[in-house]
């Protein structure tokens, strides 16, 4: 094997225990998951929209868990009304050009949102402006937040209703905890309202 290939070797295998270890702690947040899927599942009984947001690897996890629900996770059943706040990229350059990119989640928010509704914040920091201008507008319209974070201290763990600080201060072993979150509570929405 050569040098680069143990390096390689080595690498991933820290980058599993990492995994492993955060999974392990992350056992100590399920009350917070479940209280998370409970917010979503009463909001989809009541007929209402769950949104979700964040910025770059964050948002492509809001697309992702936003299509689980309207498309399907593991069962054939009716759609579920989830919605990404990222993906119109009209909408995204046009409020970021004419309103600064601080207010792109929150006036399509605005303009969509009712209560009963909500809104699941995705930002590794937890500090991220236009995550935390979005929180702010879905109180205002009486809305539910979840927020998920890392371990670190942030504007979200102290606005969401509830706010998920994933077991980590690493960006990717973050994103890789809000998916796994992201899909369990799908997985319970899905079974819970079909």
């Known amino acids: 094997m050569s040098s680069s290939s ?29 209280q998370a899927a409970d917010i979503i599942i009463d909001a989809l009984k009541a007929g209402r929209a769950i949104y979700f947001c964040g910025n770059g690897g964050s948002a492509a996890d809001a697309q992702h868990l936003a299509a689980e629900l309207s498309g399907r996770f593991l069962k054939n059943r009716r759609p579920l009304p989830g919605v990404s706040l990222t993906t119109n990229s009209s909408a995204l350059t046009a409020i970021g050009n004419d309103f600064g990119y601080d207010e792109v989640f929150s006036r399509q928010l605005e303009g969509v949102g009712q209560r009963g509704d909500v809104l699941v914040s995705l930002s590794t920091s937890g500090n991220s402006p236009n995550v935390v201008k979005a929180i702010d507008v879905a109180r205002k319209l009486g809305m539910k937040s979840i927020g998920l974070t890392g371990e670190r201290g942030s504007k979200l763990s102290e606005m969401c209703d509830i706010c998920l600080q994933v077991p980590s201060a690493a960006t990717p072993r973050i994103q890789e905890m809000h998916i796994l979150v992201g899909h369990i509570l799908c997985e319970l929405a899905e079974n819970a309202v079909t």
């Not at 225990?17 to 999974?23: D, G, S």
């Open 6 to 34: 143990s390096q390689h070797s080595a690498a991933i295998t820290e980058a599993i225990n990492q995994n492993v270890a955060n999974l392990e702690n992350l056992k100590k947040h399920i009350a917070a998951m479940t």
